[in-house]
């Protein structure tokens, strides 16, 4: 069975870091692009990144509005995707996904950050 | 950036009726469209892939359609577990967006 299970979520004060773990099983990790989205309180989806897989060179593309603060990297050993938050602004306060796929997506079930002082 | 809207906001529906959610986009995505439902405190769930394309597992009652800029997502029989929100989404370009959801209330 596909899974993917996200962790490291919490309240952070603004300003400060934050780093979130998204764990796969059944399905080969390594393959896959892996995404984020996010989901504000009461608000609809935004896709905040992916990291391509090592066959395409890893590399990673962001949205405009946490470009330059937020990193996406991954540990195919551990079939674990990770989004490092730096920065963090109020307007980061959400929901966190990590999903898997280049169009259409299988999702996990998603971990709250709240940044707040 | 694809502007992705969704209508309508609330469809009220009873249990057995038929609903049908339209879903636009700014410009064409051709059929590189998909459709999410989601329950309160749950993940997205995806439902259709390719405009009309049902993914692993769901109901043969939920239906896509369309091309283009224009889209529609048929539940032919509601269900109990169907009211949520239900999301569209393209994947022609980046980034990938979603319109604003359509709530099928009771």
């Known amino acids: 069975e596909v899974q993917l299970v996200e962790s490291g979520g919490g309240l952070v004060k603004p300003g400060r870091s934050l780093r979130l773990s998204c764990t796969a099983s059944?399905?080969?990790?390594?393959?896959?692009?892996m995404n984020w989205f996010r989901q504000a309180p009461g608000k609809g989806l935004e896709w905040v990144g992916f990291?391509?897989?090592?066959?395409?060179?890893?590399?990673?593309e962001y949205a405009a509005s946490v470009k330059g603060r937020f990193t996406i990297s991954r540990d195919d050993s551990k079939s674990i995707a990770y989004l490092q938050m730096n920065s963090l602004k109020s307007e980061d306060t959400a929901v966190y996904y990590c999903a898997r796929g280049s169009g259409y997506y299988f999702w996990g079930q998603g971990t709250m950050v709240t940044v707040s002082s | 950036e694809i502007v992705m809207t969704q209508s309508p906001a609330t469809l009220s529906v009873s249990p057995g009726e038929r609903a049908t959610l339209s879903c636009r986009a700014s410009?064409?995505?051709?059929?590189?469209l998909a459709w999410y439902q989601q329950k309160p405190g749950q993940a997205p769930r995806l439902l259709i892939y390719g405009a009309s394309t049902w993914a692993s597992g769901i109901p043969a009652r939920f239906s896509g359609s369309g091309s283009g800029t224009e889209f529609t997502l048929t539940i032919s029989s509601l269900q109990s577990e169907d009211f949520a929100v239900y999301y569209c989404?393209?994947?022609?370009?980046?980034?990938?967006?979603f319109g604003q959801g359509t709530k099928v209330e009771i």
């Open positions: 989404q393209q994947y022609n370009d980046w980034p990938r967006t």
């Open positions: 059944g399905f080969t990790f390594a393959n896959y692009v």
């Open positions: 990291i391509r897989f090592k066959a395409y060179g890893g590399t990673t």
């Open positions: 410009q064409s995505v051709s059929s590189n």
